[in-house]
Nanobody, 116 residues
Framework: QVQLVESGGGLVQPGGSLRLSCATS????????MSWYRQAPGKERELVAR????????NYADSVKGRFTISRDNAKNTVYLQMNSLKPEDTAVYYC?????????WGQGTQVTVSS
């Protein structure tokens, strides 16, 4: 069965760093577009970062460009989000998403809190 399991969230001070991981199984990972989304309380879910199936292309929300880096390891069926220079406004639940023509899979989310 399809599984996407996020890890690496937690509490960090402003200016700190975290690395999120999304370990997947149950589907052909290398055929899927992988993305990280986040949702803060009272706000709509937003796309944070996206990476193509081959890893050859990426894009980022303007609010995180230059601070966050998405990457994938197709041999490990895992996608990562390196988050640097974190700000309080980055506080949210972060979700991993896998998308193909026919399918749309989601993880359960991991909490990231940036606070002093």
């Amino acid at each position: 069965q399809v599984q996407l399991v996020e890890s690496g969230g937690g509490l960090v001070q402003p200016g700190g760093s975290l690395r999120l991981s999304c370990a997947t199984s149950g589907f052909t990972f290398s055929n899927f577009l992988m993305s990280w989304y986040r949702q803060a309380p009272g706000k709509e879910r937003e796309l944070v970062a996206r990476i193509t199936a081959t890893g050859g292309g990426t894009n980022y929300a303007d609010s995180v460009k230059g601070r966050f880096t998405i990457s994938r390891d197709n041999a490990k069926n895992t996608v990562y989000l390196q988050m640097n220079s974190l700000k309080p406004e980055d506080t949210a639940v972060y979700y991993c998403n896998a998308k193909s023509v026919w399918y749309d899979h989601w993880g359960q989310g991991t909490q990231v809190t940036v606070s002093s």
